[in-house]
């Protein structure tokens, strides 16, 4: 295998993100430690900020650099890109209709912890800040780690084994249980989207606009 070397630290990495936040998740209930009103803290996004920093190293090390392997490249095409992206964002938005249905000892929206449980207008600052650290940073990161170099690394299964692969991956990355029958589906469509348009960005957008409507919903409903 061409890139042995680099499966096995993309590898090591997501299982050391992934063993981070199930220990977050189990010693304090959510993954990371996180608590619902922690989007209102500045720290959050510092503190976000240096992770995201120091993993998104970790993923161009891994990479070596390459564009290539990161998936860099525009789509084969814009609109076409832009249409497989409304039916991964319906696909999506279905599967978590269904999901609220299924009686579960927490739903898979609260798990994280991360939704704040109401509006607090005197930290209106510091939650635009983790907005953009949630919506845009994170989508960023987490997209070249699975759909960009992961994906790459692992195409010689073939086109479906590596998305069912990179969608397991990102959705135990979190750290989560029950968000995992939203999770791992939601990494499977993105990284189909990928496959099919030969490119991380539309991901990203997709992946943004996903968490960025979760934050608004949390705040306005």
Known sequence: MRYRGRLVAWSCLVLFVAAINYAGRFAGGHASGANN?????????????????????????IAGGSAELLALRRPLSWPRALRLAIVAIVVIYALEIVVSLIP???????????????WEPSHA????????????????VEELTFRGVGQSLLSFLGQWPSILVVGVAFGLAHGLLEALLVLVPFGCALAWLRSKTTSVYP????HGIFNGIALAAAVLT
């Open 37 to 61: 009103n922690d989007v209102y803290k500045y720290s959050t996004f510092a503190g976000g900020l240096v992770v995201y920093a120091i993993w998104l190293g970790f993923v161009v090390a």
């Open 125 to 140: 600052g510091a939650f635009a800040a983790n907005v953009v650290l949630f919506a845009v940073v994170a989508p960023f």
């Open 203 to 206: 991901g990203m957008v997709v």
């Open 104 to 118: 579960l000892p927490e739903s898979p929206g609260k798990e994280q912890g991360l939704a704040p449980t109401h």
